[in-house]
């Protein structure tokens, strides 16, 4: 039982608001057979409840209190508006990924927020979203990743594409097509760089996380339920379901890959719903000359 393997694999933003539904219709069979075998049911994320302080919670097993992070900025009190990003050597409490390299675990890390600078382990590391550009090392062994790139050509660590965060708000449906593709490339692509690792090398440790479905989840969310403009929810209705689905048929090819004595965990960070209005209490502060 000791050396038995374990692997996470992560669904960020995944929710049963939206696994549920599609078992009952049998569109997620992986998942499904999970469910069925194991234990599974709603947990509550951290507070905040944000990508950031959740991922790094389930890393290192304290509340952001403690590991000190709270968003993918720092100093954001000072101007309100701009913060320094935040990386791996900012997490305060030692991450999973020291207290098994420490232990002589061999560990692989695919994609896992909060990973970057990538940090020497007994194993490796592909570093997870907001990788800055002019990043020149995003693995560890640094040659790991080059040799991603060799095998499965243009391998995206961040998947936040231009068209997102480059283009005015109002005309970002003129880019869903290319999103969604985009989307459905990087999943494929982390999928079998997983599957690569998990094939070519030793461990004793996995884990790996899909991005796409909380990309997918801000985006088109409001067209799952049907609202918004008609025609955008009619040809966007079921792309997060179809993002589902790809992830569960990865989730498949992944654990058959690690073996059928390997424990499995699938988890997200947190979960996902409509989001119809916003207030940002600090802004309207200042604007009426109650905060600096």
Known sequence: MNNRKVIIIGIDGGTF????????????P?????????????????????????????????????????FFLDNLH????????????????????????KEKKKVIFVNVPFTYPPMEVNGIVISGMFVPNSAKVVSYPPDVYTDLVNKLGEYKIDDWSPEVFGVERSKIYLHYDKIVE?????????????????KDNDWDFSMVVFTAIDRLQHLFWEFMEGNGN??????????????????????GEIIE???KDTTVVITSDHGFGPFKKHFFENKWLEEIGLLK
């Open 17 to 28: 608001d939206v696994i549920r539904p599609m078992v009952r219709r049998g569109e997620l």
């Open 182 to 198: 985009v989307l459905s490339q990087i999943t494929e692509k982390r999928k079998q760089a997983t599957l690569m690792l998990l």
């Open 78 to 101: 000072n101007n309100t508006r701009n913060g320094r990003p935040l990386g791996a050597a900012d997490i305060k409490s030692p991450p999973l990924w020291s207290i098994l390299s």
């Open 230 to 251: 008609h025609s955008l929810s009619s040809k966007y209705s079921k792309v997060i379901c179809d993002g589902y689905r790809q992830i569960d048929s990865a989730i």
């Open 30 to 70: 992986v998942l499904s057979s999970l469910m069925e075998k194991g234990a599974w049911g709603d947990l509550e994320s951290t507070i905040p409840p944000d990508t950031a302080p959740a991922w790094v919670s389930m890393m290192t097993g304290v509340n952001p209190g403690k590991h000190g992070i709270f």
């Open 257 to 259: 890959k690690a073996g």
